[in-house]
């Protein structure tokens, strides 16, 4: 599986932006798929989650919980991040990753990542 995260960029603070990740490959093997960010100096962090198969959302971290919503498309295999009131803190690379189980900390697959500058 292949993943290619796009629409990165500068913004305000309090603006929004949505993320893409195209998603190629074996996607029939994909259980789930979600976001991740690393800011800099900093350690990657989890930021949401969902079920590929039912769609369901499986999970956000606190501090986007609120102002991202994630959500796909499995006709074109993209997968969203839609973020609002955005703030200086959401300032990193944020990557798109895809793997085979339902849970677990490890994923199979990742993106090249695309970075997301808030300016305060």
């Known amino acids: 599986v292949q993943l290619q995260a796009s629409g990165g960029g500068l913004v305000q603070a309090g603006g929004s932006l949505r993320l893409s990740c195209a998603a190629s490959?074996?996607?029939?093997?994909?259980?789930?798929m979600g976001w991740f960010r690393q800011a800099p100096g900093k350690e990657r962090e989890f930021v949401a989650a969902m079920s590929w198969w039912n769609g369901g959302t499986l999970g956000y971290a606190d501090s986007v919980k609120g102002r991202f919503t994630i959500s796909g498309d499995s006709a074109k295999n993209t997968l969203y991040l839609q973020m609002n009131s955005l703030k200086a803190e959401d300032t990193a690379v944020y990557y798109c990753?895809?793997?085979?189980?339902?849970?677990?900390?490890?994923?199979?697959?990742w993106g090249q990542g695309t970075l997301v500058t808030v300016s305060s």
């Open positions: 490959g074996q996607t029939f093997s994909v259980n789930r």
């Open positions: 990753a895809a793997d085979r189980s339902r849970r677990g900390s490890a994923w199979d697959y």
